[in-house]
């Protein structure tokens, strides 16, 4: 089973609507989450951290649960400016590293 | 913002030619990173590194790769004798501590084309 999962897409939805992206981790004792953005030949960015309770900002809300090992990401209203690649991130409590997703990517049409 | 620098943009080799990509992280971070990622595949964790040494490495992290923090500023990556499957995009990252992950930022990446 990979570390960290997710569907790679892509979603290709309009201007306005609301889309959601899934993930899952496999290993219990990871410690803190993250999504991150990466738009075509960029480096990866941060968008948000996850944490246990839910946590929004602005049109993007993101959602932890631990006893399922699931991480999800809703946009609300998208913006053309939304399409790209969104990166599902895991940081082990033994490890100094962060571990990737494969990505989905998104696709915002006019 | 503080930025972390890489360079160069873009290096093309020879199969065979030793490179090194290099990285300014940003200035008062502790925690060092390069990440690999080859075109239309996922983000790789290649190696960590603090306190003058590597503190993990990847599977990929075999003895074709170096690391080094040569004056305090800089941070390069060494890979000798290139092969073609080297091609990808390579990211330095720092951190200001290990375990917190949005702290990590990631430099603009080196495109490596190994003809």
């Known amino acids: 089973r990979k570390e960290v999962e997710q569907d790679p897409g892509p979603f290709n939805v309009p201007e306005g609507a609301t889309v959601a992206f899934n993930c899952t981790y496999s290993?219990?004792?990871?410690?803190?989450f993250f999504w991150y953005r990466q738009d075509c030949r960029k480096e990866p960015k941060l968008l948000m951290s996850?944490?246990?309770s839910g946590n929004e900002d602005g049109r993007f809300t993101a959602q932890l649960n631990r006893a399922s090992q699931y991480i999800s990401l809703l946009i609300r209203d998208s913006k053309l400016s939304d399409s790209a690649t969104y990166l599902c991130v895991v940081l082990y409590s033994s490890a100094s590293k962060i571990i990737f997703g494969s990505g989905t990517r998104l696709s915002i049409r006019p | 913002e503080p930025e972390v620098t890489q360079t160069p943009s873009h290096q093309v080799t020879q199969m065979g030619q030793e490179v090194i990509l290099r990285c300014v992280p940003i200035?008062?971070?502790?925690?060092f990173y390069w990440y690999r990622q080859i075109l239309g595949q996922k983000v790789e964790f290649l190696v960590s590194?603090?306190?003058?040494?590597?503190?993990?490495k990847s599977e990929i992290f075999d003895d074709q790769f170096s690391v080094e923090r040569p004056d305090g500023s800089n941070f390069t990556l060494k890979i000798r004798s290139t092969k073609l499957e080297d091609s990808a995009m390579y990211f330095c990252?720092?951190?200001?501590?290990?375990?917190?992950?949005?702290?990590?930022?990631f430099g603009s990446g080196t495109r490596l084309t190994v003809v």
């Open positions: 590194f603090y306190n003058n040494e590597i503190s993990e």
């Open positions: 200035s008062n971070h502790l925690y």
């Open positions: 290993n219990s004792a990871s410690q803190s």
């Open positions: 996850v944490y246990s």
């Open positions: 990252a720092s951190a200001g501590r290990a375990t917190a992950g949005y702290g990590y930022t």
